[in-house]
Protein backbone atom coordinates (compact mmCIF):
# COMPACT_ATOMS: atom_id res chain seq x y z
CA UNK A 1 0.00 0.00 0.00
CA UNK A 2 1.34 3.24 -1.09
CA UNK A 3 2.48 5.84 1.77
CA UNK A 4 -0.38 8.78 0.76
CA UNK A 5 -3.07 9.05 -1.32
CA UNK A 6 -2.21 12.13 -2.37
CA UNK A 7 1.51 13.55 -2.93
CA UNK A 8 1.60 17.62 -3.86
CA UNK A 9 5.08 19.44 -4.91
CA UNK A 10 4.87 22.95 -4.19
CA UNK A 11 3.65 24.86 -0.83
CA UNK A 12 2.28 27.92 -2.89
CA UNK A 13 -1.32 28.83 -3.20
CA UNK A 14 -2.33 26.24 -5.59
CA UNK A 15 -0.85 23.71 -3.28
CA UNK A 16 -1.79 23.87 0.04
CA UNK A 17 -5.43 25.09 -1.44
CA UNK A 18 -5.45 21.20 -2.75
CA UNK A 19 -3.51 19.87 0.40
CA UNK A 20 -6.21 21.54 2.48
CA UNK A 21 -9.51 20.12 0.12
CA UNK A 22 -8.05 16.44 0.06
CA UNK A 23 -7.13 16.48 3.81
CA UNK A 24 -10.41 17.13 4.62
CA UNK A 25 -12.45 14.98 2.43
CA UNK A 26 -10.23 12.07 4.10
CA UNK A 27 -7.47 11.66 1.86
CA UNK A 28 -3.73 11.04 3.67
CA UNK A 29 -2.15 13.97 2.03
CA UNK A 30 1.61 14.44 1.82
CA UNK A 31 2.84 18.43 0.81
CA UNK A 32 6.19 19.02 -0.42
CA UNK A 33 7.83 22.78 -0.72
CA UNK A 34 11.31 22.84 -1.48
CA UNK A 35 11.52 26.58 0.02
CA UNK A 36 9.12 27.96 2.11
CA UNK A 37 5.36 27.82 2.02
CA UNK A 38 4.64 31.49 -0.50
CA UNK A 39 7.49 31.35 -1.18
CA UNK A 40 7.17 31.60 -4.53
CA UNK A 41 4.41 33.68 -6.56
CA UNK A 42 1.87 33.60 -4.09
CA UNK A 43 3.30 35.97 -1.81
CA UNK A 44 3.79 38.23 -4.97
CA UNK A 45 0.25 39.00 -6.45
CA UNK A 46 -1.83 42.06 -6.40
CA UNK A 47 -3.46 41.25 -3.02
CA UNK A 48 -6.91 41.41 -4.52
CA UNK A 49 -9.83 39.42 -4.09
CA UNK A 50 -11.94 40.79 -6.82
CA UNK A 51 -14.38 39.85 -9.60
CA UNK A 52 -11.64 41.67 -11.89
CA UNK A 53 -12.54 44.84 -13.67
CA UNK A 54 -10.34 43.98 -16.55
CA UNK A 55 -11.93 40.76 -16.86
CA UNK A 56 -15.53 42.80 -16.86
CA UNK A 57 -14.33 44.72 -20.00
CA UNK A 58 -13.05 41.61 -21.59
CA UNK A 59 -16.74 40.36 -21.35
CA UNK A 60 -16.07 36.95 -19.54
CA UNK A 61 -19.03 37.43 -17.75
CA UNK A 62 -19.03 34.03 -15.95
CA UNK A 63 -15.64 34.16 -14.60
CA UNK A 64 -16.53 37.31 -13.31
CA UNK A 65 -19.68 36.08 -11.95
CA UNK A 66 -17.89 33.14 -10.26
CA UNK A 67 -14.94 34.90 -9.03
CA UNK A 68 -17.50 37.15 -7.10
CA UNK A 69 -18.81 34.73 -5.77
CA UNK A 70 -15.23 33.24 -4.31
CA UNK A 71 -14.80 36.41 -2.86
CA UNK A 72 -18.07 36.29 -1.03
CA UNK A 73 -16.72 32.89 0.09
CA UNK A 74 -13.73 34.35 1.17
CA UNK A 75 -15.23 36.95 3.00
CA UNK A 76 -17.26 34.24 5.10
CA UNK A 77 -14.45 32.04 5.58
CA UNK A 78 -11.14 34.12 6.21
CA UNK A 79 -12.56 37.32 7.66
CA UNK A 80 -9.67 37.87 9.41
CA UNK A 81 -7.33 37.81 6.45
CA UNK A 82 -9.73 38.93 3.79
CA UNK A 83 -11.03 43.35 4.38
CA UNK A 84 -13.90 44.58 2.11
CA UNK A 85 -12.54 47.92 0.68
CA UNK A 86 -14.16 50.61 -1.37
CA UNK A 87 -12.49 50.79 -4.71
CA UNK A 88 -12.46 54.06 -6.17
CA UNK A 89 -11.65 54.95 -9.88
CA UNK A 90 -10.94 58.41 -10.63
CA UNK A 91 -12.93 59.76 -13.54
CA UNK A 92 -10.18 60.92 -16.17
CA UNK A 93 -10.58 62.87 -18.48
CA UNK A 94 -8.29 60.68 -21.01
CA UNK A 95 -9.80 57.46 -20.32
CA UNK A 96 -12.87 55.91 -19.89
CA UNK A 97 -16.04 58.27 -19.72
CA UNK A 98 -17.73 58.12 -16.36
CA UNK A 99 -21.02 56.73 -17.87
CA UNK A 100 -19.06 53.73 -19.46
CA UNK A 101 -17.31 53.53 -16.01
CA UNK A 102 -20.76 53.39 -13.99
CA UNK A 103 -22.59 50.59 -16.67
CA UNK A 104 -19.42 48.02 -15.93
CA UNK A 105 -20.06 48.67 -12.38
CA UNK A 106 -23.72 48.60 -12.54
CA UNK A 107 -23.12 44.75 -13.61
CA UNK A 108 -20.26 44.13 -11.68
CA UNK A 109 -22.82 44.55 -9.08
CA UNK A 110 -25.15 42.61 -10.28
CA UNK A 111 -23.22 38.82 -11.08
CA UNK A 112 -22.31 39.52 -7.54
CA UNK A 113 -24.80 38.50 -7.07
CA UNK A 114 -25.32 37.77 -2.80
CA UNK A 115 -24.04 41.31 -2.47
CA UNK A 116 -22.74 41.67 1.13
CA UNK A 117 -20.76 44.40 0.41
CA UNK A 118 -22.49 48.18 -0.25
CA UNK A 119 -23.05 48.68 -4.38
CA UNK A 120 -21.39 50.85 -6.78
CA UNK A 121 -22.16 54.51 -6.55
CA UNK A 122 -20.67 58.04 -8.34
CA UNK A 123 -18.83 60.43 -5.77
CA UNK A 124 -17.98 64.19 -5.87
CA UNK A 125 -14.27 63.49 -5.03
CA UNK A 126 -14.10 67.61 -4.12
CA UNK A 127 -15.92 66.98 -1.07
CA UNK A 128 -14.59 63.51 0.31
CA UNK A 129 -12.15 62.21 1.60
CA UNK A 130 -10.95 59.81 -1.30
CA UNK A 131 -10.20 63.02 -3.16
CA UNK A 132 -7.54 64.48 -0.70
CA UNK A 133 -4.45 62.59 -1.79
CA UNK A 134 -5.49 63.37 -5.56
CA UNK A 135 -4.78 66.44 -8.04
CA UNK A 136 -7.28 68.71 -7.74
CA UNK A 137 -8.67 67.93 -11.43
CA UNK A 138 -10.66 64.94 -10.33
CA UNK A 139 -13.79 65.93 -9.42
CA UNK A 140 -15.60 62.79 -9.32
CA UNK A 141 -14.63 59.11 -8.72
CA UNK A 142 -16.71 56.00 -9.57
CA UNK A 143 -16.82 53.79 -6.14
CA UNK A 144 -17.59 50.22 -5.83
CA UNK A 145 -16.54 47.37 -3.59
CA UNK A 146 -14.46 44.76 -3.44
CA UNK A 147 -11.37 43.22 -1.23
CA UNK A 148 -8.20 43.38 -0.46
CA UNK A 149 -5.95 39.92 1.22
CA UNK A 150 -3.03 38.82 3.15
CA UNK A 151 -1.94 36.74 0.40
CA UNK A 152 1.04 35.09 2.24
CA UNK A 153 -1.25 34.60 5.19
CA UNK A 154 -3.54 32.91 3.05
CA UNK A 155 -1.11 29.97 1.99
CA UNK A 156 -0.06 29.53 5.54
CA UNK A 157 -3.79 29.25 6.89
CA UNK A 158 -4.48 27.26 4.73
CA UNK A 159 -1.62 25.14 5.19
CA UNK A 160 -2.45 24.71 8.57
CA UNK A 161 -5.92 24.10 7.93
CA UNK A 162 -4.85 21.01 5.83
CA UNK A 163 -2.13 19.71 8.68
CA UNK A 164 -5.07 20.24 11.09
CA UNK A 165 -7.21 17.86 8.52
CA UNK A 166 -4.24 15.32 8.69
CA UNK A 167 -2.11 16.48 6.39
CA UNK A 168 2.00 15.90 6.36
CA UNK A 169 3.26 19.44 5.50
CA UNK A 170 6.81 18.98 4.63
CA UNK A 171 8.66 22.91 3.96
CA UNK A 172 12.61 22.81 3.14
CA UNK A 173 11.96 19.54 0.99
CA UNK A 174 12.68 19.42 -2.57
CA UNK A 175 11.11 16.36 -4.89
CA UNK A 176 14.17 15.65 -6.69
CA UNK A 177 13.01 12.56 -8.74
CA UNK A 178 9.54 10.70 -8.72
CA UNK A 179 9.15 7.35 -10.66
CA UNK A 180 5.37 6.19 -11.42
CA UNK A 181 4.29 3.29 -12.16
CA UNK A 182 0.93 1.98 -10.59
CA UNK A 183 1.87 4.46 -7.38
CA UNK A 184 4.59 7.79 -7.44
CA UNK A 185 7.66 6.63 -5.50
CA UNK A 186 9.20 9.95 -4.59
CA UNK A 187 12.70 11.00 -3.81
CA UNK A 188 12.85 13.95 -1.39
CA UNK A 189 15.92 15.64 0.00
CA UNK A 190 14.15 16.88 3.20
CA UNK A 191 15.89 19.67 4.62
CA UNK A 192 19.40 17.98 3.61
CA UNK A 193 18.13 14.38 4.47
CA UNK A 194 17.17 11.88 1.31
CA UNK A 195 13.87 10.03 1.80
CA UNK A 196 11.59 7.84 -0.09
CA UNK A 197 8.03 8.02 -0.06
CA UNK A 198 5.21 6.60 -1.70
CA UNK A 199 1.81 7.98 -2.97
CA UNK A 200 -1.33 6.81 -5.58
CA UNK A 201 -1.69 10.29 -7.40
CA UNK A 202 0.86 13.30 -7.71
CA UNK A 203 -0.45 16.92 -8.05
CA UNK A 204 2.90 18.86 -9.69
CA UNK A 205 2.06 22.68 -8.44
CA UNK A 206 5.31 23.93 -8.52
CA UNK A 207 4.01 27.46 -10.40
CA UNK A 208 6.92 28.82 -12.78
CA UNK A 209 8.68 25.18 -11.97
CA UNK A 210 6.04 23.08 -13.69
CA UNK A 211 7.74 22.42 -17.03
CA UNK A 212 10.89 21.62 -15.56
CA UNK A 213 9.84 19.73 -12.89
CA UNK A 214 7.56 17.87 -15.49
CA UNK A 215 10.45 17.14 -17.42
CA UNK A 216 13.59 16.58 -15.49
CA UNK A 217 11.79 15.04 -11.82
CA UNK A 218 8.61 14.18 -13.25
CA UNK A 219 10.31 12.84 -16.20
CA UNK A 220 6.45 13.23 -18.18
CA UNK A 221 6.10 14.89 -21.64
CA UNK A 222 4.55 18.17 -21.15
CA UNK A 223 3.29 21.30 -22.96
CA UNK A 224 5.43 24.10 -23.33
CA UNK A 225 4.95 26.42 -21.08
CA UNK A 226 5.95 30.35 -21.06
CA UNK A 227 6.51 32.25 -17.81
CA UNK A 228 5.38 35.75 -17.11
CA UNK A 229 6.00 38.33 -14.10
CA UNK A 230 4.65 40.23 -12.52
CA UNK A 231 5.69 43.38 -10.15
CA UNK A 232 4.47 46.01 -7.63
CA UNK A 233 5.65 48.82 -5.76
CA UNK A 234 6.08 49.51 -2.25
CA UNK A 235 6.25 53.23 -1.35
CA UNK A 236 5.39 54.86 2.01
CA UNK A 237 2.01 55.72 2.79
CA UNK A 238 0.40 57.82 -0.16
CA UNK A 239 -2.63 58.81 1.15
CA UNK A 240 -5.04 58.73 4.81
CA UNK A 241 -8.86 57.28 2.88
CA UNK A 242 -9.68 54.06 3.27
CA UNK A 243 -9.65 53.51 -0.31
CA UNK A 244 -7.99 51.39 -2.92
CA UNK A 245 -7.09 53.71 -5.84
CA UNK A 246 -8.08 52.12 -9.12
CA UNK A 247 -6.03 54.14 -11.82
CA UNK A 248 -6.74 54.15 -15.59
CA UNK A 249 -3.32 54.19 -17.45
CA UNK A 250 -2.91 55.94 -20.39
CA UNK A 251 -2.45 52.29 -22.11
CA UNK A 252 -5.77 51.29 -20.79
CA UNK A 253 -4.21 49.00 -17.95
CA UNK A 254 -5.62 49.46 -14.37
CA UNK A 255 -3.23 50.11 -11.82
CA UNK A 256 -3.86 49.77 -8.42
CA UNK A 257 -2.98 51.76 -5.07
CA UNK A 258 -4.02 49.94 -2.24
CA UNK A 259 -2.89 50.67 1.73
CA UNK A 260 0.11 48.08 2.62
CA UNK A 261 0.63 46.96 6.14
CA UNK A 262 -0.04 50.84 8.42
CA UNK A 263 2.10 52.97 7.10
CA UNK A 264 2.70 51.77 3.44
CA UNK A 265 1.19 52.13 -0.16
CA UNK A 266 1.56 48.60 -2.60
CA UNK A 267 0.96 50.16 -6.66
CA UNK A 268 1.03 47.31 -9.73
CA UNK A 269 0.86 45.80 -11.41
CA UNK A 270 2.94 45.53 -14.42
CA UNK A 271 4.11 42.53 -15.82
CA UNK A 272 5.56 40.85 -18.97
CA UNK A 273 7.08 37.23 -19.87
CA UNK A 274 10.04 36.71 -17.90
CA UNK A 275 13.37 34.60 -18.60
CA UNK A 276 15.71 32.82 -15.98
CA UNK A 277 15.43 31.72 -12.66
CA UNK A 278 12.49 31.36 -11.17
CA UNK A 279 13.40 31.40 -7.43
CA UNK A 280 15.45 34.66 -8.54
CA UNK A 281 13.30 37.34 -9.87
CA UNK A 282 14.12 41.26 -9.82
CA UNK A 283 11.62 44.00 -10.76
CA UNK A 284 13.43 46.15 -13.73
CA UNK A 285 14.14 49.89 -13.27
CA UNK A 286 11.97 50.32 -16.32
CA UNK A 287 9.18 48.76 -14.64
CA UNK A 288 9.57 50.81 -11.33
CA UNK A 289 9.41 54.05 -13.24
CA UNK A 290 6.29 52.91 -15.10
CA UNK A 291 4.09 52.48 -12.29
CA UNK A 292 5.37 55.64 -10.75
CA UNK A 293 4.79 57.65 -13.61
CA UNK A 294 0.92 55.78 -13.43
CA UNK A 295 0.95 57.02 -9.55
CA UNK A 296 2.15 60.56 -10.90
CA UNK A 297 -0.96 60.95 -13.11
CA UNK A 298 -3.46 60.74 -9.94
CA UNK A 299 -1.43 61.75 -6.75
CA UNK A 300 -0.75 64.92 -5.72
CA UNK A 301 2.09 63.65 -3.72
CA UNK A 302 5.00 62.77 -6.37
CA UNK A 303 6.72 59.33 -6.26
CA UNK A 304 9.70 59.00 -7.43
CA UNK A 305 11.54 55.92 -8.16
CA UNK A 306 14.20 56.66 -5.01
CA UNK A 307 10.98 56.36 -2.84
CA UNK A 308 10.45 52.75 -3.67
CA UNK A 309 11.18 51.02 -0.40
CA UNK A 310 10.47 47.21 -1.55
CA UNK A 311 9.84 45.70 -4.75
CA UNK A 312 7.60 42.47 -4.84
CA UNK A 313 7.93 40.34 -7.89
CA UNK A 314 7.22 36.76 -9.06
CA UNK A 315 7.08 34.45 -12.01
CA UNK A 316 3.91 31.66 -13.01
CA UNK A 317 3.70 30.17 -15.99
CA UNK A 318 1.13 30.55 -18.52
CA UNK A 319 0.00 28.36 -21.35
CA UNK A 320 -0.74 30.22 -24.90
CA UNK A 321 -2.99 32.83 -25.08
CA UNK A 322 -6.45 33.75 -25.68
CA UNK A 323 -7.86 36.03 -27.71
CA UNK A 324 -7.86 38.32 -24.99
CA UNK A 325 -4.63 37.72 -23.42
CA UNK A 326 -2.98 35.47 -21.22
CA UNK A 327 -4.84 32.76 -19.92
CA UNK A 328 -5.20 34.22 -16.02
CA UNK A 329 -7.87 31.84 -14.60
CA UNK A 330 -5.05 28.87 -13.76
CA UNK A 331 -4.66 25.75 -15.47
CA UNK A 332 -5.92 22.71 -14.26
CA UNK A 333 -4.33 19.31 -15.95
CA UNK A 334 -5.78 15.67 -15.19
CA UNK A 335 -3.66 12.49 -17.19
CA UNK A 336 -4.63 9.15 -16.30
CA UNK A 337 -3.14 5.98 -18.58
CA UNK A 338 -4.04 2.45 -18.15
CA UNK A 339 -2.15 0.81 -15.32
CA UNK A 340 -0.15 4.43 -14.25
CA UNK A 341 -1.02 6.24 -11.47
CA UNK A 342 -2.55 9.69 -11.90
CA UNK A 343 -0.90 12.95 -12.15
CA UNK A 344 -2.76 16.86 -11.67
CA UNK A 345 -1.15 19.68 -13.04
CA UNK A 346 -2.41 22.95 -11.44
CA UNK A 347 -0.76 26.54 -12.25
CA UNK A 348 -1.34 29.93 -12.32
CA UNK A 349 -4.75 31.63 -12.06
CA UNK A 350 -6.05 34.32 -9.45
CA UNK A 351 -5.74 33.98 -5.83
CA UNK A 352 -9.74 34.60 -5.71
CA UNK A 353 -10.24 31.65 -7.43
CA UNK A 354 -7.45 29.19 -6.30
CA UNK A 355 -10.04 27.72 -3.76
CA UNK A 356 -12.67 26.45 -6.46
CA UNK A 357 -9.99 25.41 -8.92
CA UNK A 358 -8.30 23.26 -5.94
CA UNK A 359 -11.92 21.92 -5.27
CA UNK A 360 -12.38 21.16 -8.63
CA UNK A 361 -8.65 19.23 -8.71
CA UNK A 362 -9.29 17.04 -6.15
CA UNK A 363 -13.42 16.09 -7.32
CA UNK A 364 -11.67 15.37 -10.40
CA UNK A 365 -9.61 12.21 -8.16
CA UNK A 366 -13.22 10.83 -6.64
CA UNK A 367 -13.07 8.51 -9.65
CA UNK A 368 -9.96 7.10 -7.55
CA UNK A 369 -10.16 7.45 -4.14
CA UNK A 370 -13.82 7.38 -2.27
CA UNK A 371 -14.07 10.56 -0.58
CA UNK A 372 -15.97 13.10 1.30
CA UNK A 373 -18.18 15.81 -0.20
CA UNK A 374 -16.84 19.49 -0.88
CA UNK A 375 -16.63 21.22 2.07
CA UNK A 376 -13.72 23.93 1.70
CA UNK A 377 -16.68 26.72 0.96
CA UNK A 378 -18.08 26.34 4.42
CA UNK A 379 -15.45 25.74 6.70
CA UNK A 380 -13.92 28.60 8.41
CA UNK A 381 -9.83 29.34 8.00
CA UNK A 382 -8.23 28.80 11.42
CA UNK A 383 -8.84 31.72 13.52
CA UNK A 384 -11.54 32.54 10.93
CA UNK A 385 -14.61 31.56 13.29
CA UNK A 386 -16.36 35.24 13.18
CA UNK A 387 -18.42 37.34 10.97
CA UNK A 388 -16.59 39.69 8.74
CA UNK A 389 -18.24 42.69 9.83
CA UNK A 390 -17.16 42.30 13.32
CA UNK A 391 -13.99 42.61 12.73
CA UNK A 392 -13.25 45.74 14.42
CA UNK A 393 -15.09 44.31 17.34
CA UNK A 394 -12.84 41.15 17.61
CA UNK A 395 -10.10 44.01 17.53
CA UNK A 396 -11.83 46.15 20.61
CA UNK A 397 -12.37 42.89 22.33
CA UNK A 398 -8.51 41.68 21.87
CA UNK A 399 -7.76 44.98 23.29
CA UNK A 400 -9.43 44.41 26.28
CA UNK A 401 -8.31 41.17 27.33
CA UNK A 402 -4.82 42.20 26.67
CA UNK A 403 -4.71 45.80 27.75
CA UNK A 404 -1.33 45.99 26.98
CA UNK A 405 -1.83 45.75 23.07
CA UNK A 406 -1.74 49.22 21.27
CA UNK A 407 -4.32 49.82 18.57
CA UNK A 408 -2.04 48.95 15.39
CA UNK A 409 -0.76 45.65 17.17
CA UNK A 410 -4.09 44.81 17.98
CA UNK A 411 -5.34 45.77 14.66
CA UNK A 412 -2.34 43.65 13.04
CA UNK A 413 -2.24 40.33 15.05
CA UNK A 414 -6.13 39.78 15.00
CA UNK A 415 -5.67 40.52 10.80
CA UNK A 416 -3.26 37.86 11.23
CA UNK A 417 -4.25 35.01 13.87
CA UNK A 418 -8.17 36.00 14.16
CA UNK A 419 -9.75 34.19 17.17
CA UNK A 420 -6.73 32.00 17.34
CA UNK A 421 -4.83 35.17 18.82
CA UNK A 422 -5.88 33.38 22.47
CA UNK A 423 -3.36 30.65 21.67
CA UNK A 424 -0.06 33.02 20.95
CA UNK A 425 -1.50 35.73 23.77
CA UNK A 426 -2.76 33.22 26.53
CA UNK A 427 -3.26 34.76 29.99
CA UNK A 428 -0.40 37.17 29.55
CA UNK A 429 -0.60 40.54 32.09
CA UNK A 430 2.03 42.40 30.28
CA UNK A 431 4.11 42.76 27.38
CA UNK A 432 6.92 40.96 29.42
CA UNK A 433 4.82 37.74 30.43
CA UNK A 434 5.55 37.37 25.98
CA UNK A 435 9.37 36.81 26.25
CA UNK A 436 12.16 38.82 24.36
CA UNK A 437 10.86 41.62 22.53
CA UNK A 438 12.00 42.33 18.41
CA UNK A 439 11.49 45.99 17.11
CA UNK A 440 8.21 47.41 18.69
CA UNK A 441 5.62 44.79 17.81
CA UNK A 442 6.54 41.24 17.84
CA UNK A 443 7.57 38.87 20.79
CA UNK A 444 9.00 35.64 21.68
CA UNK A 445 5.73 34.16 22.28
CA UNK A 446 4.76 35.13 18.18
CA UNK A 447 7.67 33.66 17.23
CA UNK A 448 7.34 30.39 18.93
CA UNK A 449 4.26 29.99 17.86
CA UNK A 450 5.16 30.75 14.40
CA UNK A 451 8.19 27.98 14.63
CA UNK A 452 5.93 25.37 16.36
CA UNK A 453 2.52 26.53 14.56
CA UNK A 454 3.23 27.71 11.00
CA UNK A 455 6.39 26.61 10.13
CA UNK A 456 8.78 29.49 10.07
CA UNK A 457 12.36 28.56 10.33
CA UNK A 458 14.32 31.60 9.31
CA UNK A 459 13.94 35.37 9.77
CA UNK A 460 12.66 35.78 6.49
CA UNK A 461 9.92 33.42 7.13
CA UNK A 462 8.48 35.72 10.35
CA UNK A 463 9.06 38.84 8.62
CA UNK A 464 8.11 38.96 4.71
CA UNK A 465 5.79 35.46 4.94
CA UNK A 466 3.86 35.46 7.88
CA UNK A 467 3.92 39.16 8.60
CA UNK A 468 5.42 42.12 6.85
CA UNK A 469 7.56 43.49 10.35
CA UNK A 470 10.50 43.01 7.88
CA UNK A 471 8.90 46.41 6.25
CA UNK A 472 9.86 48.84 9.26
CA UNK A 473 12.41 46.33 12.06
CA UNK A 474 15.59 47.60 12.06
CA UNK A 475 18.86 45.11 11.36
CA UNK A 476 20.18 45.15 15.07
CA UNK A 477 16.57 43.34 16.07
CA UNK A 478 16.46 40.98 13.26
CA UNK A 479 19.93 39.86 13.92
CA UNK A 480 18.36 39.49 17.53
CA UNK A 481 15.67 37.74 15.83
CA UNK A 482 17.87 35.21 14.01
CA UNK A 483 19.94 34.59 17.17
CA UNK A 484 16.67 33.87 19.13
CA UNK A 485 14.92 31.62 16.00
CA UNK A 486 18.72 29.44 15.94
CA UNK A 487 18.04 28.72 19.59
CA UNK A 488 14.37 27.63 20.03
CA UNK A 489 14.97 25.67 16.31
CA UNK A 490 14.90 21.91 17.13
C1 LIG B 1 2.32 36.68 -14.02
C2 LIG B 1 1.45 36.56 -12.82
C3 LIG B 1 0.17 37.11 -12.84
C4 LIG B 1 -0.64 37.02 -11.73
N1 LIG B 1 -1.85 37.63 -11.74
C5 LIG B 1 -2.61 37.56 -10.65
C6 LIG B 1 -3.86 38.25 -10.60
O1 LIG B 1 -4.25 38.93 -11.52
N2 LIG B 1 -4.60 38.13 -9.49
C7 LIG B 1 -4.20 37.38 -8.45
O2 LIG B 1 -4.93 37.26 -7.49
N3 LIG B 1 -3.01 36.76 -8.46
C8 LIG B 1 -2.22 36.83 -9.52
N4 LIG B 1 -1.00 36.23 -9.53
C9 LIG B 1 -0.45 35.56 -8.39
C10 LIG B 1 -1.09 34.30 -8.04
O3 LIG B 1 -1.13 34.52 -6.67
C11 LIG B 1 -0.32 33.04 -8.27
O4 LIG B 1 -0.27 32.78 -9.61
C12 LIG B 1 -1.05 31.96 -7.47
O5 LIG B 1 -0.84 32.27 -6.12
C13 LIG B 1 -0.67 30.59 -7.76
O6 LIG B 1 0.64 30.28 -7.36
P1 LIG B 1 1.15 28.79 -7.48
O7 LIG B 1 0.79 28.04 -6.25
O8 LIG B 1 0.76 28.21 -8.79
O9 LIG B 1 2.72 29.02 -7.56
P2 LIG B 1 3.78 29.47 -6.46
O10 LIG B 1 3.21 30.33 -5.41
O11 LIG B 1 4.96 30.00 -7.19
O12 LIG B 1 4.16 28.09 -5.76
C14 LIG B 1 4.94 27.09 -6.37
C15 LIG B 1 5.87 26.49 -5.30
O13 LIG B 1 6.44 25.29 -5.79
C16 LIG B 1 7.69 25.13 -5.13
N5 LIG B 1 8.49 24.11 -5.84
C17 LIG B 1 9.02 24.21 -7.07
N6 LIG B 1 9.69 23.07 -7.39
C18 LIG B 1 9.57 22.22 -6.34
C19 LIG B 1 10.02 20.89 -6.08
N7 LIG B 1 10.76 20.20 -6.95
N8 LIG B 1 9.72 20.31 -4.88
C20 LIG B 1 9.00 21.00 -3.95
N9 LIG B 1 8.53 22.28 -4.17
C21 LIG B 1 8.81 22.88 -5.35
C22 LIG B 1 8.25 26.55 -5.15
O14 LIG B 1 9.24 26.73 -4.18
C23 LIG B 1 7.00 27.41 -4.93
O15 LIG B 1 6.87 27.81 -3.58
C24 LIG B 1 -0.17 36.33 -10.60
C25 LIG B 1 1.12 35.80 -10.57
C26 LIG B 1 1.93 35.93 -11.65
C27 LIG B 1 3.33 35.45 -11.56
Known amino acids: MADFDLAILGGGLNGVSVARDAAGRGLRVILLEQGDLGGGASSAS ?60 WLYDRLGARRPLPPAETVDITHHPAGDALKRPFGTALE ?32 VRADRSDV ?26 TASVADTVLRVPAKPLGLTQISQIVVKRLFDSDNVYVFQNHDRRLIFASPYERDFTLIGTVGHPFKGDPAVVSMAAGDVAYLCDAANRYFRERV ?16 GR ?45 KFYPMSPRWTAKSPLPGGDFNFAKFEDEVESAREQWRFLGESQARRMVSAYGSRLVTILGDAK ?20 LMTKEWARFPDDVLW ?26
Open 46 to 105: PRLIHGDLSVLERREFSRVRAALSERDTWLQIAPHLVRPMRFAIPAHADERPPWVLRAWL
Open 184 to 209: WRLAIIDRGHRRITTARALVNATGAW
Open 465 to 490: RRSKLGLTMPAAEREKLAAFMASVAP
Open 322 to 366: SKSGLRRDGVLNFDVKRGKAPLVTIFGGDITTARLRAERAVSQLS
Open 144 to 175: YSDCIVDDSRLVVLSAVDAAEHGAEICTGARC
Open 430 to 449: SREDLGPAFGSDLSGAEVRY
Open 304 to 319: ETSDVVRTVAGANSVI
